[in-house]
């Protein structure tokens, strides 16, 4: 049944990409919306039935998070350096998920967040305590390190390892989801890295950002707007392979 559950929470997973790409193809046409967890939680209590779905999405991020940190405890690894590698990695994945958990229940309980304020008034209270420039180029770093792994993740096919997938075409078309829905990801996130060290350098902390901000910031560059429709048909590719990796996900 936990098991059951949190397969579950792959598909809510994959619901919030898709409706976060769908926003994010919308400002790429000049349209207006945030394209972040927060966004795509709006979204989708407007929608009916969409309390009783937030709080569904709730549940089945908090039994993800629940499985990652069982993982974390049962991690077999031979290799001690890898195996707290492994454990850092999946409990680093349950605080997310617990985190995008809360934000559900925030929205289904009629309330509502702006990440890309959160993140400036952290990086303006960050910037503002000794040695807090230093620290924000750190946090931009590791965020962005993040982003780099998910795109080596999507190029090498990493993914696969985790993945009990069929023989044929299925097992074709899944792998293809997966190499482009991580590269995407990981353009997202990477850019997300770059907007908090722009912020240490420049002393600025509006500069600094959420998803939203990262993808706002692709669609200012040349050619943006092509750049923002390939990472928001990505991200919704992503959420595609979350409903196979709810399938075919080894748990």
Do not use: N
Not at 48 to 73: D, H, N, S
Not at 157 to 182: C, D, M, N, Q, S
């Amino acid at each position: 049944m936990f098991r059951t559950i949190a397969r579950i929470g792959y598909v809510v997973l994959g619901i919030l990409h898709i409706v976060i790409g769908a926003i994010a193809i919308t400002v790429a046409m000049g349209g207006s919306g945030e394209a972040d967890q927060g966004g795509a939680m709006e979204t989708i209590r407007d929608t009916p039935a969409g309390v009783l779905l937030l709080w569904a999405i709730a549940i089945g991020l908090v039994a993800l998070a629940a499985w990652q940190i069982a993982e974390a405890f049962l991690e077999r690894e031979a290799d001690s350096k890898k195996k707290w590698g492994h454990r850092i990695k999946y409990i680093g994945t349950a605080v997310v998920y617990i985190a995008i958990a809360i934000t559900a229940i925030v929205y289904a309980l009629g309330g509502s967040s702006d990440s890309s304020q959160s993140t400036q008034t952290f990086s303006a209270q960050l910037m503002s305590t000794p040695g807090g420039l230093i620290l924000l180029v750190l946090v931009g770093l590791i965020v962005l390190g993040i982003g780099i792994a998910f795109i080596v993740r999507g190029f090498t096919r990493a993914f696969e390892k985790h993945l009990e997938l069929p023989a044929g075409v299925a097992r074709k078309g899944i792998v293809t989801f997966g190499i482009v829905g991580y590269v995407a990801k990981g353009i997202a996130v990477g850019v997300t890295g770059v907007l908090f060290v722009v912020a240490a350098l420049t002393h600025d902390a509006e500069a600094a950002g959420g998803l939203d901000a990262a993808l706002h910031t692709l669609a200012e560059l040349p050619f943006g707007a092509v750049i923002l429709w390939v990472v928001a048909a990505g991200l919704i590719i992503y959420g595609l392979f979350c409903f196979a990796r709810a399938r075919y996900a080894r748990m």
